[in-house]
């Protein structure tokens, strides 16, 4: 197999993407988009991707400095930062999580003791689509949602007690997520600024706010995240759609804004009834998937969408490990791409600049690999060691210039401090109320 073959091997779709966005989004679960692998599609996939890689190329992982656990760019500049401002995004708030839950091996912590704070780990960010022109080519007006998961850790996966907790969001207690999850969804520390609103209302405002500001206009929600950030891209999918968030009630008319997973290597998150659920509010999942990454496999080892009496286990017998995925998978093989190593290495088989590549090259289940945009490969080494050496890339080379030491005026090397951002809006804890309001008014909440 030759990677560099110019062959075309899945023909380009020449129908420009705003006429066929609801398709690429999944409103008909992807169906005949995947085989043979749909050029607009794989080129969304890779975008929601980058956005995803984004939180790791902007996260301080480093236990030396007093802001490991944030992110390294202030919010005006984070895209910019990064090299992607032509995307056609801007940057609406950062996420924030509380540590202080039963993940301890996810969240990263300063040795220092002087640090920015010892309850919260950024954890994400929202945008929405801008740029006039980048809207035109979408065909609406996106909304963006991405979760940071781990690159260095595999560890919070022995964390995973495998524990249901009932999600709480309707007044239905069948319907149950992992509790890790849903702790570090849920959870506040009224002491810290940053986590005095759980991530969950940190998200469920936003996006309050931002589908009111554009009301009238064509939207759509796209959550995208790798490893735990997947798991938090559904639960948080799931949640604005059972609060009705998505839902806009202009009096006569009724207005479903679509509700889009682009999901990288995610465990499970939920039992049997929580995928009905997400399947019944109309939430579309595409799970990334690379076959040779455990990460999928977990939890519900035993119990899962692949066992035939599921079902009646979970009704009869209330089983308490029973998980399913949601959604349509999309499985890659690492084998199939000539460009990486034959590696033994669990790390490189979940990283997700290689999960890109492997999109990248991905033109159907009995097709050859080839590279259809020319994604650059030593993308894939930022954060492992994946290519073969013979293309000459470093492994492990994404990092800031001089470790972020800047020298001052008068000769010395330091860390500059860096500038406080804003916690939260001040309007957060009004739009969350409305949020409240809303789904109050709507249905029969449990517990919110």
Known sequence: TDGDDDQELSPEDTRPLNQIWEQIQGCNNWNHLLEPMNSHLRREIIRYGE?????????????????????????????????????????????????????????????????????????GYVAVATDLEEIRRLGRRDIVIAWRGTVTYLEWIHDLNDILHPANFRKDPSIKIESGFFDLYTSKEKSCKYCSFSAREQVLAEIRRIVHRYRGEKLSITITGHSLGAALALLSAYDIAEVELNTIDDGDDINHIPITVFSFSGPRVGNLKFKE?????????????????????????????????????????????????????????????????????????????????????????????????????????????????????????????????????????????????????????????????YAKSKMDLFKL
């Not at 924030?96 to 220092?112: G, H, R, V």
């Not at 017998?317 to 290495?345: C, I, Q």
């Not at 500038?419 to 409305?434: C, G, N, V």
């Open 277 to 437: 659920r997400c399947n019944e509010l109309g939430v579309k999942v595409l799970r990334v998937v690379n076959v040779h990454d455990k990460v999928p496999t977990v939890p519900g080892v035993i119990t899962n969408e692949k066992f035939k009496f599921q079902k009646y286990i979970e009704d009869k017998m209330s089983f308490p490990w029973s998980y399913a995925h949601v959604g349509v998978e999309l499985a890659l093989d690492h084998t199939r791409s000539p460009f990486l190593k034959n590696s033994k290495d669990v790390r490189n088989a979940h990283n997700l600049e290689a999960h890109l590549h492997l999109v990248d090259g991905y033109h159907g289940k009995d097709m050859r690999f080839c590279l259809a945009s020319k994604r650059d490969i030593a993308l894939v080494n930022k954060c492992c060691d994946f290519l073969n050496s013979d293309y000459g890339v470093p492994p492990n080379w994404w990092q800031v210039e001089h470790k972020g030491m800047e020298r001052t005026s008068d000769g010395r090397w330091m860390v500059p401090e860096r500038p406080r951002i804003e916690a939260h809006p001040p309007d957060t804890a009004h739009h969350f109320e409305q949020v409240i309001k």
């Open 51 to 123: 956005m995803a890689q984004a939180c790791y190329d902007s996260f301080d992982f480093d236990p030396n400095s007093k802001y490991c656990g944030t992110c390294k760019f202030q919010g005006n500049h984070f895209f910019e930062r990064l090299g992607m401002a032509k995307q056609g995004y801007t940057l609406t708030r950062f996420l924030y999580a509380t540590s202080n839950i039963n993940l301890p091996n996810f969240f990263q912590k300063s040795k220092l003791s002087s640090i920015w704070s010892p309850h919260a780990n950024w954890m």
